[in-house]
């Protein structure tokens, strides 16, 4: 099994929290510490975590930037809550260091609370309470003054548009507003870093779209996110980079492009009458003549080529003519790109869902 | 500082809210201590009791057991939100691990407190009974619950913490109660008991809590015995928050 993938660490080229921007609103930004550089928002150096001699988590290493959305992905039992629990100075590491805005997580656990803001996986509300009352409770708890407080909350009921139910009991509150509430929570302290847990477990279509959209609404005033989720399609739409977990290790890391690219580029397949026996020949001419082509793999019993091309589809047009100069009759053709689920079984031999049963 | 009073502050506040949400659970939780404990079980054993004023003598004993249920489900909104992730957010803040348990204590003596003054009136309006040291002894048997909550608060919160699931909490707080009261002076006094029960006894908090607010209701001002029985109750509270503290500081890192 492999380890890091050092092709594919290519740094994003989102929007994302540019030094130069003024980041209003819902994000502080981070503009304060280091405003002309990119700063490290977590640093995670050799993290081990052992629970009863079970090792849970070996040898993690691995950064967050400044205004990424970064992106933990790994079916249940991965090590992802571990990691995000370790960040939160919820757990102590066994072994190796946390910093989270340079601060580290155990010599500066309330530093490091500080500036984070966190959306748990459940959905952790109070259903005796109302929203508003949620989240005067956490404007409190992050020391807010009153003044303060209460102009957060107006920006935040109306980010994740709950300012019309804000004085109804949570108990009435949907699945879907009671984790709009649980991430309007994780803003209230203006945190430098969101970390959101599976923020779209078990949520309606609509309700993930509109919490994509949120996500990326904040990363564009400039705040650094990080997430675990185990929806590859999450994962694929809003991360600028991910680091694929599997077994307490870290597999894969790099920009959701990068890692689909590592896997040696988009896919053609094609099919050709039983009567061709001449296809290991023509996979050499084509590699050959072909600039584009990676990779061939003849398989002669099923009179099939598999050809990795660069990932453009411009290569198809080139490809079919090559063949059919070489007096080659198609029967079938088949394109495919690579998914993030490829990558994921390529790096982990399995698939995401196979042993996480609740999904 | 006044960063721990803002936190204590909006956390006692929760409990609260929450509180005053649950209309019919802070109904029954003031109702049920008198209606069960002095109407029924004080009526029933009047007649048997060898005791002149058994209702007068029941009523110290109905103040300590309010205390001793508040006190020993004290832990139960801990355990709640330990369940349901709650606590991973108040946790996740950047807040005194200590507002927490300040909170708990504010909320429970609070409520403990106002059911005491409703059986005292109660017992008073329906029995006569009448503290021979007065108002000021009222206030007094109000110190007294408390430095008895202090110490159970403590204990339900480190169960709340240490025992896995809330079915487990509950069936634990279900058999320590009810052996607490009877080995305790709550019912009958010591000198009555089987030699054995009378034992035991001796060795339960609860009993010196009784003690005390009896002496205070049918005795009056006999300060060398109820500071005596304070100080006991003191020694209980320093033993179960220290012992408390240590389970906590290891959980909560």
């Known amino acids: 099994m492999q380890t890091h993938k050092p092709s594919a660490s290519k740094a994003s080229d989102r929007p994302a929290g540019r030094e130069g921007e003024a980041p209003s609103g819902y994000a502080g930004g981070g503009g304060d510490a280091s405003p002309y550089k990119r700063m490290k928002a977590i640093e995670i150096r050799h993290l081990k975590k052992t ?3 079970k090792t849970v988590l070996e040898n993690l290493t691995l950064d967050v930037e400044e205004g990424e959305v970064f992106g933990m992905l790994g079916p249940n039992g991965a090590g992802k809550t571990t990691t995000i629990r370790t960040i939160l100075t919820l757990l102590k590491p066994s072994e190796g260091q ?4 340079g601060h580290d997580v155990e010599t500066q656990p309330r530093e490091v609370r500080q500036v984070l803001g966190y959306v748990p996986q459940e959905k952790a509300v109070d259903r005796f309470l109302t929203g508003r009352e949620h989240l005067t409770l956490v404007a409190d708890l992050y020391h807010l003054g009153k003044t303060e407080a209460r102009k957060r909350i107006r920006e935040v009921l109306e980010l994740v548009d709950l300012t019309q139910k804000a004085d109804d009991l949570v108990n009435s509150y949907s699945g879907g507003m009671k984790k709009k509430l649980d991430i309007a929570c994780g803003l209230i302290p203006d945190p430098k870093v969101l970390v959101l847990d599976e923020p779209t477990l078990g949520l309606d279509v609509e309700s ?7 996500i990326r609404r904040l990363q564009h005033a400039g705040l650094t996110t990080l997430m675990t989720t185990n929806y590859l399609d999450e994962a694929d739409q809003l991360c600028d980079r991910i680091a694929i977990l599997d077994r307490g290790r870290l597999v ?5 492009e990068g890692l689909k690219k590592g896997l040696g580029g988009d896919r053609v397949t094609i099919q050709f009458g039983p009567q061709q026996d001449r296809l290991e020949e023509l996979a050499g001419s084509l590699r050959k003549e072909l600039p584009f082509v990676n990779e061939i793999k003849v398989s002669p019993a099923s009179h099939e080529l598999e050809i990795r091309v ?4 411009e290569a198809l047009a080139p490809l079919i003519q090559a063949i059919h100069q070489h007096r080659h009759p198609i029967l079938a053709i088949q394109y495919s790109r690579p998914t993030l689920e490829d990558v994921f079984i390529t790096y982990t031999g399995h698939k995401i869902k196979e042993d996480s049963a609740l999904l | 500082m006044k960063w721990i009073l803002q936190e204590t502050i909006a956390l006692t506040m929760r409990s609260v809210r929450r509180l005053s949400r649950e209309r019919i659970s802070m109904v029954f939780g003031l109702i049920q201590p008198m209606l069960f404990w002095l109407i029924l079980f004080g009526n029933l054993f009047q007649k048997t009791a060898q005791i002149p004023n058994y209702i007068s003598f029941l009523t110290g004993g109905v103040v300590a057991m309010t205390v001793l249920n ?3 489900s004290g832990g139960v909104d801990l355990l709640f939100d330990k369940e349901s992730g709650f606590l991973e ?5 950047p807040i005194s691990r200590n507002s927490l348990i300040y909170s ?4 429970v003596m609070g409520i403990t407190s106002a059911q005491i003054l409703m059986i005292l009136l109660v017992a008073y309006i329906l029995f006569g009974v009448y503290p021979l040291s007065g108002l000021a002894g009222l206030a007094f048997i109000l110190v007294v619950g408390l430095f008895f909550g202090l110490g159970l608060i403590a204990i339900s919160m480190t169960l709340a913490f240490a025992i896995k699931g809330h079915g487990n909490f509950f069936a634990l707080m279900g058999f320590l109660t009810l052996p607490l009261i009877f080995l305790s002076s709550a019912l009958v006094p010591v000198q009555y008991m089987p030699g054995w029960m009378g034992f035991l006894a001796q060795f339960n908090p609860m009993t010196y809590a009784v003690d005390a607010v009896r002496s205070i209701i049918l005795g009056g001002w006999l300060w060398t015995d109820i500071l005596k029985l304070l100080a006991i109750l003191l020694v209980f509270d320093v033993v179960s928050i220290w012992a408390s503290s240590r389970v906590f500081l290891r959980q909560l890192g």
Do not use: D, Q
């Open chain 1, 252 to 256: 894969a890391l790099g920009t959701p």
């Open chain 2, 70 to 72: 508040s006190g020993l």
């Open chain 2, 89 to 93: 957010r108040l946790l996740s803040a």
């Open chain 1, 51 to 53: 629970f009863n001699e």
């Open chain 1, 208 to 214: 993930r779209i509109r919490i994509w959209e949120y």
């Open chain 1, 310 to 313: 660069t990932s453009n589809e």
């Open chain 1, 98 to 101: 946390v910093k989270v805005w």
């Open chain 2, 104 to 107: 708990r204590f504010i909320f």
